[in-house]
């Protein structure tokens, strides 16, 4: 379990390029590696439960085992007060018996109350390293979203000479051109195509303003 959440850790700490260039996608395999993370830690924690419950069900058994012992050590000396030595040596005997069992029972307590702290420590270890690797997915998720951003804007970027919408643009441009070019070349046909009446009547319409502007002047009437 642990060796796993180890891997777990190595792929996305050093394996991310690899990720790449086998075209899966970094963001989906970084949430997937975050929820088996957590499948680690939930059977780890789970573990831990069970350790614990372990570890106090041993030491109720030791303290049991242990109160015994005082109990006959207590018996032993109340009947020795008593006369009884009989009962003393008996009481004695028990006793002998109930140390051996309470040393056994310490003796797995112990064993268990150590196994105990090691998963807790584990444990702790595990949630550690998760929150910092889920703050390394987040910076990995961003960094990916940005690279794929700017790996379609340039996509975009250099596909946009040969789009279809800019040639139609261009030859809407050409045809204005032309259009104008059109209207250029008309007016300059229309100008060569006056007659020489025309050109006079254009003189007589000028003299005729000359002499309007004489007489306006003349009577006082600018």
Do not use: H
């Not at 394996?15 to 996608?25: F, V």
């Not at 439960?49 to 085992?65: F, S, V």
């Not at 028990?94 to 051996?100: F, G």
């Amino acid at each position: 379990m642990f060796k796993f959440f180890k891997r777990v850790k190595t792929v996305v700490s050093s394996e991310l390029n690899t990720l790449l260039d086998k075209a899966e996608d970094p963001v989906k395999m970084l949430d997937q590696f975050m929820r088996d993370m957590e499948s680690d830690i939930r059977e780890v924690e789970s573990a831990v439960a069970k350790q614990i419950a372990n570890e106090k069900m041993l030491k109720r058994k030791y303290d049991d085992a242990q109160a015994l012992v005082d109990k006959r050590q207590n018996q032993a000396e109340k009947a020795i007060e008593a006369g009884n030595e009989d009962l003393a040596r008996r009481a004695l005997e028990d006793k002998k018996d109930q140390q051996a069992q309470a040393d056994s029972m310490k003796e797995a307590w112990e064993r268990a109350k150590t196994d105990a702290d090691q998963l807790r420590e584990k444990l702790d270890e595990m949630k550690k390293e998760y929150q910092e690797m889920q703050l390394k997915k987040d910076s990995l998720k961003a960094r990916a979203e940005s690279a794929k951003t700017r790996t379609k804007m340039n996509r975009t970027m250099s596909s946009i000479g040969n789009d279809e919408s800019k040639k139609g643009f261009e030859r809407m441009e050409e045809k204005v051109m032309q259009f104008e070019a059109e209207a250029d070349t008309s007016e300059d046909l229309s100008a060569a195509s006056k007659s020489i009446d025309d050109e006079f009547e254009e003189l007589e319409k000028d003299d005729v303003d000359d002499e309007l502007a004489a007489l306006k002047k003349k009577m006082g009437k600018e």
